[in-house]
T-cell receptor, first 115, second 111 residues
Framework: NAGVMQNPRHLVRRRGQEARLRCSPM?????VYWYRQLPEEGLKFMVY????????ESGMPKERFSAEFPKEGPSILRIQQVVRGDSAAYFC?????????????FGEGSRLTVL | QKEVEQNSGPLSVPEGAIASLNCTYS??????FFWYRQYSGKSPELIMF????GDKEDGRFTAQLNKASQYVSLLIRDSQPSDSATYLC???????????FGRGTSLIVHP
């Protein structure tokens, strides 16, 4: 499958635990975007990364959230000390270059539930 | 703050009818406009994009753009039950690499 791969698809955490979400972009793509989607809401931009660089993190909460896209391996969105409000679907998307065409290819999402 | 507004719906149309989905945006510098379809529990997928004022047709889908009115729409002709999904409008400002999404409009096509 050459598409965007996200795992885990579903993750359950208790308040205070850490959540790690992984995203492998489409083959040949070097740019990764993370979006969050709450029920009945649209996609909210979080962070845009290239390999080893964070290009734009203006949508990331200042605390507890971090993202990386190392030279080798998937991009990781990390949420420390999760709270119930973090429960959402987290979508990763990739593009070949910077998405100045706006076309993003999305993964199936990781659905985080915080108990 | 760049905003993209959509009526959340649901919009309900009978099979075979034309479904009209609308989107307005706040940033006059917006240059590229996209419609994504998202089935329940699935990922968004791009179905149409438009850059210039006017209409763009692709099969049963037509995107319409009016930059003066800051308005973009998606028409689906001969609607099918399989078109039932949430349609997300996305807007890209000039010089930006980050599309801004609306909250989506839920479309229900009933037999």
């Amino acid at each position: 499958n050459a598409g965007v791969m996200q795992n885990p698809r579903h993750l359950v955490r208790r308040r205070g635990q850490e959540a790690r979400l992984r995203c492998s972009p489409m083959k040949g793509h070097s740019h990764v975007y993370w979006y969050r989607q709450l029920p009945e809401e649209g996609l909210k931009f979080m962070v845009y990364l290239q390999k080893e660089n964070i290009i734009d993190e203006s949508g990331m909460p200042k605390e507890r959230f971090s993202a990386e896209f190392p030279k080798e391996g998937p991009s990781i969105l990390r949420i420390q000390q999760v709270v119930r409000g973090d429960s959402a679907a987290y979508f990763c998307a990739s593009s070949q270059g910077g998405s100045n065409t706006g076309e993003l290819f999305f993964g199936e999402g990781s659905r985080l539930t915080v108990l | 703050q760049k905003e993209v507004e959509q009526n959340s719906g649901p919009l309900s149309v009978p099979e075979g009818a034309i479904a009209s989905l609308n989107c307005t945006y706040s940033d006059r510098g917006s240059q590229s406009f996209f419609w994504y379809r998202q089935y329940s529990g699935k990922s968004p997928e791009l179905i149409m994009f438009i850059y210039s004022n006017g209409d763009k047709e692709d099969g049963r889908f037509t995107a319409q753009l009016n930059k003066a009115s800051q308005y973009v729409s998606l028409l689906i002709r001969d609607s099918q039950p399989s078109d039932s999904a949430t349609y997300l409008c996305a807007v890209l400002s000039g010089g930006s690499y980050i599309p801004t999404f609306g909250r989506g409009t839920s479309l229900i096509v009933h037999p």
